[in-house]
């Protein structure tokens, strides 16, 4: 039998294959379709010398894959990225290589689109007038959650919170490639407090261990997206807000190995397990009733890269004839 084309789809071909209301859009109707994100594969992690791997494999319908990431530490002193990678996607019923997909490109459009789509409904309903955006952290995923935003929410204003003074330069100034103007702001100031305040949507993208500001300071009708921490020992946001808050998170098995947030809330009687919910189960905007912030923790799953990295491959393989 004679092979089959195998696409090579770089960092630019997935730019231009999905933008982010594409990849909600996918994220969603797989939920919706009645995916159980419970049965999704299990990621593992292998020594590298320098480094490590990441092993994330999943399969959703007609399609399978995995996406091997490296981190490797040294990598920034030496110009390059601390995280490179490669999605291979595959027929799911005959397991047949059908794509490579570049990794990184993969994940920062996946990573935002996952946090708008956890509470894009409740988001749009509490704010049907616009709302302002807030991001702490000025890392890699902090424009990419920005330009989400955009698409997918009626943003009035965006704010970057940095530690110092200039951090976040960075991001102001890729941003406006983009056409968006952010304010840079420091924590723990009056600006910052007042922002945080006023928002409608805040995103936590940073690698602290510790709560990045007090619960008090996030009003009743705003959505907070938690992204940062991936381990029961690191968290960005207080046990306190999660305890008066309606909690979500992409699965419960995830949820209880990995999203610190939650696990620390829990164990110090803020809440239990029973009133966190699945983002699976919360898919409408009348899912969440009363007056109070909503909170999505996301750890990032190995379907969710599956099904936008499908997706991309659609669009593609379309435009090839």
């Given at each position: 039998?004679a092979?089959?084309?195998?696409?090579?789809?770089?960092?630019?071909q997935?730019?231009?294959?999905?933008?982010?209301t594409?990849?909600?859009?996918?994220?969603r109707?797989?939920l919706?379709e009645g995916?159980?994100?419970?049965?999704?594969?299990?990621?593992?992690r292998?020594?590298?010398?320098?480094?490590?791997?990441?092993?994330?494999?999943?399969?959703?319908?007609?399609?399978?894959?995995v996406?091997?990431l490296?981190?490797?530490?040294?990598?920034?002193?030496?110009g390059?990225p601390?995280?490179?990678?490669?999605?291979?996607?595959?027929?799911g019923?005959?397991?047949?290589?059908?794509?490579?997909?570049d990794?990184?490109?993969?994940?920062?459009?996946?990573?935002?689109a996952?946090?708008?789509?956890?509470i894009?409904?409740?988001a749009h309903?509490?704010?049907?007038?616009?709302?302002?955006?807030?991001?702490?952290?000025?890392?890699?995923?902090a424009?990419?959650?920005?330009?989400?935003a955009?698409?997918?929410?009626?943003?009035?204003?965006?704010?970057?919170?940095?530690?110092?003074?200039?951090?976040?330069?960075?991001?102001?100034?890729?941003?406006?490639?983009?056409?968006?103007?952010?304010?840079?702001i420091?924590?723990?100031?009056?600006?910052?407090?007042?922002?945080?305040?006023e928002?409608?949507?805040?995103?936590?993208?940073?690698?602290?261990?510790?709560?990045?500001?007090?619960?008090?300071?996030?009003?009743?009708?705003?959505?907070?997206?938690?992204?940062?921490?991936?381990?029961?020992?690191?968290?960005?946001?207080?046990?306190?807000?999660?305890?008066?808050?309606t909690?979500?998170?992409?699965?419960?098995a995830?949820?209880?190995?990995e999203?610190?947030?939650?696990?620390?809330?829990?164990?110090?009687?803020?809440?239990?397990?029973?009133?966190?919910r699945?983002?699976?189960?919360?898919?409408?905007?009348d899912?969440?009733?009363?007056?109070?912030?909503?909170?999505?923790?996301?750890?990032?799953?190995?379907?969710?890269?599956?099904?936008?990295?499908?997706?991309?491959?659609?669009?593609?393989?379309?435009?090839?004839?």
């Open positions: 039998m092979s089959q084309e195998v696409l090579h789809i770089d960092s630019h997935v730019d231009a294959a999905l933008n982010f594409g990849a909600v859009e996918v994220l109707n797989t919706a995916f159980d994100p419970e049965t999704d594969g299990v990621r593992t292998s020594e590298l010398r320098g480094g490590e791997f990441l092993f994330m494999p999943s399969q959703v319908g007609e399609y399978a894959g996406k091997v490296t981190a490797t530490p040294d990598n920034p002193a030496r390059e601390l995280i490179q990678g490669t999605c291979l996607l595959l027929d019923t005959t397991h047949r290589t059908l794509a490579t997909i990794g990184v490109a993969l994940t920062n459009l996946r990573t935002p996952v946090s708008m789509a956890g894009l409904p409740f309903t509490r704010n049907p007038d616009g709302l302002s955006l807030v991001v702490f952290g000025n890392g890699v995923q424009v990419p959650h920005i330009r989400a955009r698409q997918n929410l009626p943003i009035t204003r965006t704010s970057v919170i940095v530690r110092t003074p200039g951090r976040g330069d960075h991001v102001v100034e890729e941003a406006r490639t983009h056409g968006i103007e952010v304010d840079q420091v924590a723990g100031s009056s600006q910052a407090t007042g922002a945080i305040q928002a409608g949507l805040v995103v936590t993208a940073t690698s602290a261990s510790e709560p990045l500001f007090d619960a008090s300071l996030i009003n009743d009708s705003a959505c907070v997206v938690a992204m940062g921490s991936h381990s029961p020992e690191a968290r960005e946001l207080p046990g306190e807000l999660l305890g008066r808050a909690v979500m998170v992409e699965s419960m995830t949820a209880k190995a999203c610190g947030d939650v696990i620390q809330a829990v164990d110090e009687g803020h809440l239990t397990w029973g009133d966190v699945t983002w699976a189960d919360s898919l409408d905007a899912a969440v009733t009363g007056e109070a912030p909503v909170v999505f923790k996301s750890a990032g799953m190995s379907w969710e890269d599956i099904v936008v990295a499908a997706a991309i491959y659609e669009a593609v393989k379309g435009e090839r004839g």
